[in-house]
C-alpha cells in the first residue's frame, strides 16, 4: 500500500471513530429557573454531571416561572424538546395531570429510595429535588431593623419601595396563605378573603409585581425597601452583597415551597434524561447544591456542613405553616381571580 493510500486508510478510520463517538453522544435539555438559579445549578451539579458522563452534553433551557415552564411544556407536548423540568410542586401536578410527564421512582432513578418521605408527593410524576421557604427580604441602607411583620409592607413609609412577585407566581400565593392565617383564616382551601384583604392593603405601596429577572437585584440596588423572595436565593444575595440585602421570617411565619424534579413524557434524550435525574437526587449533587445555594436537601444521605444546613429551612420549623399544595392547585385559579378583580385594582 502506498504512502498516500495509508494515510487515506488512516484518516477514512479516525472519520469513522469520530462520527461513531459523534453519534454515541447524548444531549438532553434541562428546563428550570433562571437568574441565580441557574448560575449555582449549573456550577454544582450539570457541569459535574457532564464530567462524569462525558457522553451526554447537557443545554440547561432558562424561564422566570413555573408557570412559563409549564406554558412552554404545553405548547411542546406532541413534539418535546425538553427532557428534564424542574418546577414548583403544585405546577409539577398539574403537568402531571395533563400526561406531561413520566413517574419518577426507583425503577427508573434508583436514588429515589433514598430521599425523604415528604419528598415523594402523591398525584405528582416527579419528586422533591429541593425545599425552601418564604421570607421577607429588606434593603440594610433604609431598614435598619428586621421587619417584625410581614404587614409592614402597608406602612406609608415604604410607598413605591415594595417588590412581591405577585400571582400566578407561588411567591405571591405563599403570602396570600400566611397573611389569610395570621387575620383569623381557618381553611385556606374554602377562603382566603382574609388573606387578600391583607394583600389589598399591601398593594398600594407595591412598586412592581413583576421584579426583572428576580425580586432581589432591586433590594441589593436599593430601588426597593422590602420584598418577599425565598430564602435560599436571598442567603446567596445577602452573602454577595456584602449584606446589603437581609431576610427575615416575619411574626406570623412562612410556607415551605418544593421544587420538584420531572422527566418530560417523550423527551428526546431516552436513558440519558433518567441518568441525570438519578444524578440530581444523588447525596452528592444534593450536598453540592446546599452548600451552594442553601436550600434544604431533599436526600437523606446528603452529609451538608453544619454551617450550610444553618442557613437552610430546616433552622425554622417552628414557624412552617402546613400546606397541602396539592390540593391547593385545585383552587389556586379561583384565587388567582381573586388576586385580579381585588389586589391588582388596589395597586398604585
Not at 444531549?27 to 445549578?41: D, H, K, P, W
Amino acid at each position: 500500500m502506498t504512502t498516500s493510500a495509508k494515510f487515506g486508510a488512516a484518516a477514512a478510520l479516525a472519520l469513522g471513530l469520530f462520527s461513531q463517538a459523534a453519534w454515541a453522544e447524548s444531549n438532553i435539555t434541562v428546563m428550570a429557573y433562571s437568574g441565580l438559579f441557574q448560575e449555582r445549578y449549573t456550577k454544582a451539579v450539570i457541569e459535574p454531571f457532564m464530567k462524569a458522563h462525558p457522553d451526554i452534553k447537557v443545554t440547561y433551557f432558562p424561564l422566570p416561572s413555573s408557570a412559563a415552564m409549564l406554558g412552554n411544556l404545553r405548547a411542546q407536548k406532541a413534539a418535546p424538546q425538553t427532557d428534564v423540568a424542574i418546577m414548583d410542586v403544585s405546577v409539577s401536578k398539574a403537568g402531571t395531570d395533563e400526561g406531561l410527564f413520566t413517574k419518577i421512582d426507583e425503577t427508573n432513578a434508583p436514588n429515589v429510595k433514598d430521599l425523604y418521605p415528604n419528598a415523594r408527593i402523591p398525584d405528582v410524576a416527579g419528586v422533591a429535588v429541593t425545599f425552601d421557604n418564604l421570607v421577607m427580604l429588606y434593603n440594610t441602607d433604609q431598614v435598619k431593623e428586621p421587619p417584625k411583620s410581614w404587614m409592614a409592607m402597608a406602612d406609608k413609609g415604604y410607598a413605591g419601595k415594595v417588590v412581591i412577585p405577585g400571582m400566578p407566581d407561588i411567591q405571591g400565593l405563599s403570602l396570600v396563605i400566611i397573611l389569610n392565617k395570621a387575620n383569623g383564616g381557618t381553611d385556606y382551601l374554602k377562603d382566603v378573603s382574609k388573606g387578600i384583604a391583607a394583600m389589598v392593603e399591601i398593594a398600594p405601596n407595591v412598586q412592581t409585581w413583576e421584579p426583572k429577572p428576580e425580586v432581589y437585584a432591586p433590594i441589593v440596588t436599593g430601588q426597593a425597601a422590602v420584598g418577599a423572595g425565598w430564602n435560599a436565593r436571598a442567603q446567596v444575595n445577602s452573602q454577595t452583597s456584602g449584606g446589603k440585602l437581609k431576610a427575615t421570617i416575619p411574626q406570623e411565619g412562612t410556607v415551605f415551597q418544593i421544587n420538584t424534579i420531572n422527566l418530560v413524557a417523550n423527551g428526546p434524550g431516552g436513558d440519558a434524561a433518567k441518568t441525570f435525574v438519578n444524578y440530581a437526587l444523588s447525596p452528592e449533587a444534593q450536598k453540592a447544591f446546599t452548600e451552594s445555594m442553601f436550600y434544604a436537601p431533599t436526600n437523606a444521605k446528603a452529609d451538608i456542613s453544619p454551617e450550610a444546613l444553618d442557613r437552610t429551612a430546616v433552622k425554622f420549623m417552628d414557624k412552617v405553616i402546613p400546606v397541602d399544595w396539592i390540593a391547593l392547585a385545585k383552587v389556586r385559579d379561583a384565587i388567582g381571580e381573586q388576586w385580579r378583580r381585588r389586589v391588582l385594582p388596589a395597586s398604585r
